[in-house]
C-alpha cells in the first residue's frame, strides 16, 4: 500500500555540475562527465533506496535540463544557435534551441542511464521523458509552423525511446506535462492525444506527471496570481481519465488545488504530491501521511500513490534527502494509519 516515489529529478552534486540552476552547466567533458553522471546515478539510486523509497529513479543525473536533455538527441534541431524564448506562456524567459529540419532521432537518448540504473537496483524503476507539448512548449519552431503537428513529431521520437527504455527493463514510463497546466485547452483538445502517441504500445506502466512547475521564483509568483483556488487539473483530468495513461502525478501538498478534483481521475493510480518543491522546510512524517488521509477522502487506497510536487533539482543536496525520508516515512505513518 501507498508505494512512494519522486516527481523524477533530483539535485546534482557540485562536482557534476552547477547546483541550484534549471539549465546548469556541467562541470567535466567527454569520458570525465560520463563518469561522474553515471556516479551521480548510482550515488541517487543509493540515497532513494536509504531513504526507503519503493520505486527509484535516476534523479536525471545525466541530462542537463528535463526537457533539452531529450533534445540533444534529435536531428532536425540546432543546438548552436539558442534564442531566447518566453515559455509557459512568457511565464519566463529561457535560451532554447531551434527546430530547423524534420525531427528524427540520432540514435538512442537514455541507454546509457536507464541500463545502469536497471542494473543497480532491484526495486520498480521509473524514468522519465519530456511530454509532447512540454517540448513544443520549450522549443522555439523555425520549420513546422503547427504546434500541433511539431507535436504529433516529437510524440513519434518519444514512443521510439519509450520502446527502448521498456526494453531495458524500465517498469514505469513517465511523461512530465507541466505545459498542460498552462494550455488547459489545447491539453484537453490534442495534448492529451499527442501523449498517448507517445506512450502506444508501451505495456509497462505509463504515467504523466503534471505540476506548476519547480519551486523557481518565477513560478513562485505565478502562483500567486492563480487565486485561491487552483482549478486548471479540472479542464484536463477528464480527457486523462479517458486515456491510456494509467498514472497520473499532481500537487497538493501546501498547493491551492481543491483535492476534490482528484475524484475526476476515478480509475486512474494518483501520484500525490505530498512533498512541497518549492520550500526548504522538511515535511513532517505526520504532515505527509495528513495529505495522505486527505487524499483517500478521494482516491481509492490502493490507487494512491505518494510522490513528491515536482521535481528537487534546484534545491540543496542535504535537503533534498531529508525530502526523501520525509516522504519514505510518511507514508510508512499512513500505512499504520489508514492500513
Ligand atoms: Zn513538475
Known sequence: MFPTSIAGSLPKPAWLAETHKLWPQWKAQGDELRQAKADATLLWIKAQEDAGL??????????????????????????????????????????????????KLKGRVHAFEAQLARAHTQRKLKFTLPGPMTI???????????????????????????????????????????????????????????????????TCTTAVHICYGYGIQANVDWKKTLGEEWRQYEQIFPALAASSIRQVSLECYHSHVPPHLMKLLEGKDVMVGVIDVASDEIETPEQVADTIGTALQFVAKHRLFPCTNCGLAPMDRDVAMKKLQALAQGAELARRRYG
Open 54 to 103: 519503493d520505486i527509484v529513479g535516476d534523479g536525471e543525473q545525466s541530462r542537463q535540463h528535463f526537457v533539452h536533455g531529450f533534445l540533444e538527441q534529435v536531428d532536425g534541431i540546432d543546438f548552436e544557435h539558442k534564442v531566447k524564448m518566453g515559455i509557459r506562456d512568457n511565464r519566463y524567459d529561457a535560451m532554447v534551441p531551434q527546430v530547423v529540419a524534420p525531427l
Open 136 to 202: 513544443v512548449d520549450t522549443v522555439a519552431d523555425r520549420f513546422y509552423g503547427d504546434r500541433v503537428e511539431m507535436a504529433f513529431a516529437f510524440a513519434e521520437l518519444l514512443n521510439q525511446e519509450a520502446l527502448a527504455l521498456q526494453a531495458d527493463g524500465v517498469d514505469i514510463i513517465q511523461f512530465d506535462e507541466p505545459a498542460f497546466n498552462v494550455y488547459m485547452k489545447e491539453a484537453a483538445d490534442w495534448g492529451v492525444k499527442a501523449l498517448e502517441r507517445a506512450a502506444q504500445g508501451l
